[in-house]
């Protein structure tokens, strides 16, 4: 069975600073996408970046960067230079076959 | 290029009644998801089409669910019977498949209350 884990519920990270959400996966597959999508307070999902499972180089999107080690299985997102409109639940999730598996979701709160 | 839009964006029902939902996928796109979401979880797999077929369905899909993409466009989700465990908020996505990239494009949802 294919799993997406995110172990913090929430985070909260200082206006300018960068933060680190955390997630794992598990798959015995051995071609998979994995994703991040934002999901701010009552509006849609927003793709943010894709990693593909055989490229070694971590995707990059602007001020998100993902830190991909796929013999951990591990998918953390950094976002650099944070800002107020950040602030979103964050959704980690697996394209296993045809479907996203997605974790449970980490809120990130951005002080000012 | 507009995005994924569902219709209508809030519905309210009393348990026992019939649900239709819309979905308009962005032009082009061969494939359409439903997923389902409850209060602070993830996103949960209903089913996906290619063009007009149906491939497959999640467990979770009752036999009191039902999708259709008539013609490969438009995709509707109609739940019978409505029970109040229906009460979620229902997802559509869509993509545009070549090979094996897959990047899935989400609406704004359509949020079920069953009273």
């Known amino acids: 069975a294919q799993t997406v884990t995110q172990s913090q519920p929430e985070m909260s990270v200082q206006e300018a600073e960068t933060v680190t959400l955390s997630c794992t996966y598990d798959t015995s597959e051995s071609d998979y996408y994995l994703f991040w999508y934002k999901q701010p307070p009552s509006r849609q999902m927003i793709l943010v970046i894709r990693q593909e499972a055989y490229k070694q180089q971590n995707a990059t999107e602007n001020r998100f960067s993902v830190n991909f080690q796929k013999a951990a299985k591990s998918f953390s997102l950094k976002i650099s230079d944070s800002q107020l409109g950040d602030a979103a639940m964050y959704f980690c999730a697996g394209l296993y076959g045809n479907k996203l598996v997605f974790g449970a979701g980490t809120i990130l709160r951005v002080k000012s | 290029d507009t995005g994924v839009s569902q219709d209508p964006r809030h519905k309210i029902t009393k348990r026992g009644q019939n649900v239709t939902f819309r979905c308009d996928p962005i032009s082009e796109h061969n494939r359409l998801y439903w997923y389902r979401q409850t209060l602070g979880q993830g996103p949960e797999f209903l089913t996906y089409f290619q063009n007009e077929a149906q491939l497959e369905k999640s467990r979770l899909l009752s036999d009191r669910f039902s999708a259709e993409r008539p013609k490969g466009s438009f995709s509707t989700l109609e739940i019978q019977r409505t029970e109040q465990g229906d009460s979620a908020m229902y997802l559509c996505?869509?993509?545009?498949?070549?090979?094996?990239?897959?990047?899935?494009?989400f609406g704004p949802g359509t949020r079920l209350t069953v009273l």
């Open positions: 996505a869509s993509s545009y498949v070549t090979g094996v990239t897959d990047t899935q494009y």
